[in-house]
């Protein structure tokens, strides 16, 4: 029966552990290319699986993004295209689910047969602006564990046919995991992949670029070339000492005036950092001429990002060091995308600021549409964009505009129902090392607002070497003396709650001193001293010192701190202490006096020398063999952040006695 029961125990614990647990949906989303070919002319189109709408958001969409498999791209829904040549072309896709909380549909390449040509009115790929021969984007923001494409566009805006190389760099060495894994490459013009030596690595001396954002692609950042174009040692080592990987290719044959794709897939790491206000960057450099050092390099940010939303703040206040903060200037962007079934004629973005920002050093950095900002106190009829600034916010109104909706009718072009602000702030002079968050509500005309993201700012922990030094009082030792003299390591100039360790040497002394009183006793036999007097009685007197002195190796594991403001903090924790060496050395004395007979009573006369005693005896304890524990409490005053403070702390000890009073003056660096 007790057998029986223990089974019935058993199933039952193993059918509730199975209620309890959530099975993992495994379930793969696809979307599958479709197409109708007619000759040389393709329509495409793509079957997706139903979306799982946000709650809140605005209605949940796909975007796409099309290769053809000739080195061209198209970003619409339902793209059609003219081949030119015959052949086989493998087509990929790529299906981006924005506000849904679903993952993004997986896709297979679907080979494209052209047998012949019907139609001679053949697609032309687009050219770069005059002003651009490189320029990198990618299909939509990385999120942890996903695939992202990464294209780079290159023009020959030389006269002649040129042979030159490309370089890609990726994988941040700000950011400890790397972030990126290059899966595929897909080229289409004969590029091939080639390994270069010798380029030296240097620190990086200058790191702190201009971001601009271009005109041609509103979604990501673009950091423009600022060293020299003809120094290309120079942007190479300047490159690798950013970047952990890259990949570098060489061309031939490329006519003057064209323009050229190279496809990048990457996959996203697990160990990603998943921070949604960091950002991420790619490089690219295009050398038109190998035999010359003349080139462009185009720097791609992307924000890192939870979910597919066009709507996001984000910030390059990520992981700040604050010993040097104070000289940054910080960056800020908020994007939107109108997702209506109409224009857009006012957008106004309410931008939350924390407190340690200087409202007052805002600056417009760059916007879309590109707008002059609007005069103050009057009212025009063209458009520009309106800053006020309010006591916790900034609002930001792009004013007589027009966005067209993504679901209007005949809007094609998503990336024209897309915008952004760019603006940068500095620090107010006195502010906290604490972690801040603020995010935007934007406003499309008149309807319900749309809020985006928090954008946080965070401190490194950065760590402060202090030195501390002091007395200590023991009120329940005879005559003691007490120094010491240690280090801290702490976080630096942390603002509230913060952690602190210690080590110390500690030398203490303590001496005491006992004398008795004159006792009278008999002398068997008597005395007699060299002139032939004669003693049988007199007196005897003992006296004992003892002198302890120890040096002691102190550790505070750990304790916990607060600075209630910026000049007087509070702490506690365990202090443990190890004696390196102790030694107490204890004289003892019995000194024998004479009696005086010409007093009643008698009373103690000169002292018989030749009849006292004393000696001396030590004792040592070994090195580590003696550990006290101990737990304080304490406050400083002065400096709390980072010092110089002086500061007031009482142990309580676990031996009897023991008790003390610490007076410190502290000092972190």
């Known amino acids: 029966m007790k057998n029986v029961l223990l089974l ?31 000759g040389n ?31 061209t791209y198209s970003k619409t829904a339902e793209p059609k295209k003219i081949y030119k040549k015959p052949g086989e072309y493998k087509v990929n896709l790529s299906v981006t689910n924005n506000y849904d909380n679903g993952k993004p549909p997986k896709t297979r390449p679907k080979t494209v047969a052209i047998n012949e040509i019907t139609d001679t009115h053949f697609d032309e790929m ?90 041609d692609d509103h979604s990501q950042f673009q950091i423009p070339f600022y060293a020299k174009e003809d120094d290309l040692e120079l942007t190479l080592a300047e490159s690798k000492s950013l970047f952990r990987d890259a990949k570098v290719f060489e061309f031939d044959g490329m006519d003057a005036k064209t323009t050229r794709n190279v496809f990048f897939t990457f996959k996203t790491t697990p160990e990603m950092i998943k921070d949604t206000t960091a950002t991420v960057r790619m490089r690219g450099i ?23 939303d066009p709507n996001k703040m984000s910030s390059n206040a990520f992981f700040m060091n604050y010993r040097t903060v104070r000289l940054k200037t910080i960056h800020f962007k908020t ?21 340690m920002f200087d409202k007052k050093t805002l600056k417009i950095v760059d916007s879309y549409p590109k707008c002059p900002i609007c005069p103050k106190d009057e009212e025009v009829n063209y458009s520009c964009l309106d800053t006020i600034i309010k006591q916790k916010q900034i609002h930001f109104t792009f004013k007589n505009i027009y966005i067209p909706g993504s679901n209007q009718k005949n809007v094609t072009e998503r990336d024209s129902t897309k915008g ?16 801040t968050k603020s995010r935007t509500a934007i406003i499309f005309d008149k309807n319900e607002p749309v809020i985006t993201n928090y954008a946080v700012t965070r401190f490194q922990p950065g760590i402060s070497i ?62 007699i001293l060299s002139n032939g007097t004669v003693y049988d009685f007199g007196f005897v007197q003992t006296s004992s010192d003892t002198k302890t002195t120890k040096n002691l190796a102190e550790v505070v594991p750990i304790s916990l701190r607060y600075n209630l403001n910026n000049y007087i903090g509070v702490g506690i924790g365990p202090q443990f202490s190890v004696v390196l060496s102790e030694n107490t050395t204890t ?3 019995r000194k024998v006096f004479a009696p005086n007979l010409n007093t009643n009573p008698f009373t103690p006369g000169e002292e018989l020398e030749s009849m006292s005693q004393s000696q001396s005896t030590t004792t040592a304890t070994k090195a580590f063999e003696k550990m006290q524990t101990s737990i304080f409490a304490d406050a400083t005053f002065g400096f709390a952040r980072i010092g110089p403070s002086v500061g007031v702390r009482y142990y309580l000890n676990f031996e009897k006695d023991f008790n003390y009073w610490q007076f410190y003056v502290i000092w972190k660096f």
Do not use: C
């Open 466 to 527: 202090g030195v501390r030094t002091g007395y200590n009082l023991f009120t329940d030792q005879e005559n003691p003396s007490s120094y010491f003299l240690g280090a801290t390591i702490s976080p630096y100039k942390s603002y509230r709650w913060y952690w602190q360790s210690e080590l110390y040497y500690n030398y203490f002394e303590s001496s005491s001193s006992q004398t008795s009183d004159f006792q009278q006793v008999q002398f068997n036999p008597p005395i």
């Open 286 to 308: 295009f050398v038109p001429d190998r035999n010359y050092k003349n080139h462009k390099k185009k720097t791609l940010e992307m924000e890192i990002v939870t979910s597919h």
């Open 8 to 38: 019935f125990a058993f199933l039952l614990g193993t059918t509730f552990s199975f209620s309890q647990t959530k099975v993992k949906d495994t379930i793969t989303r696809r979307a599958n290319v479709v197409y109708d070919k007619k």
């Open 420 to 435: 952004f602000v760019k603006y940068t702030m500095k620090f107010n002079k006195d502010f906290h090392k604490q972690k």
């Open 41 to 71: 002319v393709v329509a495409f189109k793509a079957e997706t699986p139903p979306l799982i709408q946000i709650a809140g958001a605005p209605k949940a969409n796909y975007t796409y993004f099309w290769e053809y498999g000739d080195g």
């Open 335 to 355: 994007r939107f995308q109108n997702d209506g079934e109409g224009p857009a004629r006012m957008i106004r973005l309410e931008t939350d600021i924390p407190d």
């Open 587 to 589: 004289n003892q004395s």
């Open 126 to 215: 687009a050219s770069l602006p005059d002003t651009t021969s490189v320029h990198l984007f990618a299909n939509r923001e990385p999120m942890p564990e996903e695939e992202i494409i990464v294209v780079m566009s290159y023009q020959n805006v030389l006269d002649y046919m040129a042979n030159g190389k490309l370089y890609l760099f990726y994988n941040d060495k700000e950011f400890k995991n790397n972030n990126f894994e290059l899966v595929e490459t897909r080229t289409h013009y004969g590029e091939r992949e080639v390994v270069e030596n010798g380029v030296a690595f240097v620190e990086d001396e200058n790191n702190s670029y201009q971001n601009t954002a271009s005109a």
